[in-house]
C-alpha cells in the first residue's frame, strides 16, 4: 500500500508540473504569445537602468 501511494504522488508530481514554459525575451509582443509564457530579461534589456538617475529643475533636485 504504502508502494502505490508514494507511485501515485510521483506520477502526479510529474504531471502537475508546468515549470513556466515556453520562456520569450522582454521584447516579444504580448498577443504574440502563448498563455502561461515566462517573461525573462534574456537580452539584457533592463540593464539600462540600473544607476543613479537625477532630475534638475532649476533649484529642484531630485536624486533616484
Known amino acids: 500500500?504504502?508502494?502505490n501511494i508514494i507511485f501515485l504522488s510521483l506520477i502526479?508530481?510529474?504531471?502537475?508540473?508546468k515549470a513556466q514554459t515556453?520562456?520569450?525575451?522582454l521584447d516579444t509582443y504580448y498577443?504574440?504569445?502563448?498563455?502561461?509564457?515566462?517573461?525573462?530579461?534574456?537580452?539584457n534589456e533592463l540593464n539600462k537602468f540600473v544607476g543613479t538617475w537625477v532630475?534638475?529643475?532649476?533649484?529642484?533636485?531630485?536624486?533616484i
Open 12 to 17: 502526479v508530481t510529474v504531471f502537475a508540473c
Open 1 to 3: 500500500m504504502k508502494r
Open 31 to 43: 498577443q504574440d504569445t502563448v498563455e502561461g509564457a515566462y517573461f525573462k530579461d534574456l537580452n
Open 55 to 63: 532630475y534638475n529643475d532649476g533649484n529642484t533636485t531630485l536624486v
Open 22 to 25: 515556453p520562456v520569450v525575451s
